[in-house]
């Protein structure tokens, strides 16, 4: 990987080319390494520490870092959300979240964390619609019996 990254001829953009994979007549396939998105993970995952111990400025800092080394990773935005949730920043959690759903459509943990924000905003249907389709999605998960419940409670509270 080092003297991969070395060779200027072994660069393209923010792609290091590690081995060629085949050809074909579209041309060559490299398998390579993308430089950004090991960016992004490490802030991502220096995020979720920052959160872990409640730093929640810290933790927007990085996935705001991450977002704009890659804007289209859904991840970062839906962990901006939750931070931003647990700050009480419910408009810019909502608005990361649907950012991180435009991008991606069937992130059941973005899906979950819309619901709990919509929940708190008192969007009864808004979270019940997202939790049913989180649990269409995901309801083997960790999360599904929690859904399950705040759905009910929800479906009582109308």
Same mark, same amino acid.
């Not at 007549?25 to 398998?31: A, H, K």
């Not at 520490?49 to 991450?66: E, M, P, Q, V, W």
């Not at 804007?71 to 931070?83: C, E, I, N, T, V």
């Given at each position: 990987?080092?003297?991969?990254?070395?060779?200027?001829? +072994?660069?393209?953009?923010?792609f290091v080319?590690?081995?060629?994979? &085949? =050809?074909?007549?579209? &041309?060559?396939?490299? !398998?390579? #390494?993308?430089?950004?998105?090991?960016?992004?993970?490490?802030?991502?995952?220096?995020?979720?520490?920052?959160?872990? +111990?409640?730093?929640?400025?810290?933790a927007i800092?990085?996935?705001?870092?991450?977002?704009?080394?890659?804007? &289209?990773?859904?991840?970062? #935005?839906?962990? !901006?959300?939750?931070?931003?949730?647990?700050? &009480?920043?419910? $408009?810019?959690?909502?608005?990361?979240?649907? =950012?991180?759903? $435009?991008?991606?459509?069937?992130?059941?943990?973005?899906?979950?964390?819309?619901?709990?924000?919509?929940? !708190? +905003?008192?969007?009864?249907?808004?979270?019940?619609?997202?939790?049913?389709?989180?649990?269409?999605?995901?309801?083997?998960?960790?999360?599904?019996?929690?859904?399950?419940?705040?759905?009910?409670?929800? =479906? +009582?509270? =109308?």
């Amino acid at each position: 990987m080092k003297l991969a990254r070395a060779d200027p001829r +072994k660069r393209f953009g923010h792609f290091v080319l590690l081995s060629e994979v &085949g =050809k074909g007549g579209m &041309g060559v396939v490299y !398998r390579a #390494w993308n430089e950004r998105l090991r960016r992004v993970a490490t802030l991502n995952n220096r995020g979720l520490a920052f959160s872990r +111990k409640g730093d929640l400025d810290a933790a927007i800092a990085d996935f705001t870092r991450a977002i704009e080394s890659v804007p &289209g990773h859904a991840l970062a #935005w839906s962990d !901006r959300a939750r931070s931003r949730c647990e700050k &009480g920043d419910l $408009e810019g959690a909502l608005a990361d979240v649907n =950012k991180a759903l $435009e991008l991606d459509p069937a992130y059941p943990t973005a899906l979950y964390g819309r619901a709990e924000i919509r929940r !708190r +905003k008192h969007d009864r249907a808004g979270a019940s619609a997202d939790l049913e389709r989180f649990l269409e999605l995901a309801p083997g998960s960790s999360d599904a019996p929690r859904a399950r419940e705040l759905l009910l409670e929800l =479906k +009582k509270e =109308k």
